[in-house]
């Protein structure tokens, strides 16, 4: 099954997907071990496979989908033995698809980026960000609670840190943050972005230049 649904990844065939986990709830479990894929492309297209996924599930079984969350969330521990490193993006992700149905994982999700111990962080801060920036729409009330975390971010020596606290204060709608620090908008620093379904090489500036525009 693996192989097949990396062949529809490949393809963006994210309908085709939906349709087999329909009948074959494995395909959640599948998606996330192709979250560890070696070609980061695959390993974000199966992010995104996974929202639509569980969306399509949570209508006819959505504890199925409230499971794999609560995976997910386990995968986020050295317990589980084998840390998934895109689990706040793939739990953000589905909540985001189903914010009403599983309201209370926003706050799960948003809070990572604050309870995950430093050493962690390392691996996680620029998708814990990147998932605060997703679930933004749907949980203002949390992203505010986390704000200083997310600006403290852009003065991060990690350029893919700093374009991800970018992106997600546009997302959030706190541009205005970006406003008066000339020293992001001129950052030439690479951060790589998935859009439309591929991942995309911008500067740190440019992110910021679309956020301030974007406003």
Not at 66 to 87: D, P, Q, T, V, Y
Not at 123 to 142: D, K, N, S, T, Y
Not at 162 to 185: N, Q, S
């Amino acid at each position: 099954m693996k192989r097949e649904l990396r062949t529809l990844l490949v393809e963006r065939r994210f309908d085709e997907i939906a349709e087999r986990a329909s009948v074959r709830r494995r395909v959640l479990g599948s998606l996330v071990s192709l979250t560890f894929d070696p070609d980061p492309e695959i390993g974000w297209r199966a992010v995104e496979a996974m929202g639509i996924v569980a969306a399509r599930i949570a209508g006819e079984d959505p504890e199925a989908v409230r499971e794999h969350l609560r995976k997910l969330f386990w995968l986020l521990s050295e317990e589980s033995g084998g840390i998934c490193w895109r689990a706040p993006e793939a739990m953000a992700e589905i909540v985001s698809r189903e914010p009403v149905r599983y309201a209370d994982f926003i706050p799960i999700v948003i809070h990572l980026i604050q309870e995950t111990a430093e050493e962690d962080l390392a691996h996680f801060r620029p998708g814990m960000l990147w998932a605060i920036g997703r679930l933004g729409a749907v949980g203002a009330q949390e992203a505010q609670e986390v704000l200083p975390t997310v600006i403290a971010a852009l003065e991060h020596e990690d350029p893919q840190v700093r374009g991800m606290a970018v992106w997600t204060l546009g997302r959030v709608g706190r541009a205005e943050v970006l406003a008066r620090r000339d020293r992001l908008i001129a950052d030439e620093g690479v951060v790589t972005v998935y859009e439309n379904g591929e991942l995309v090489d911008r500067s740190v500036g440019e992110l910021t230049r679309r956020a301030l525009a974007a406003e």
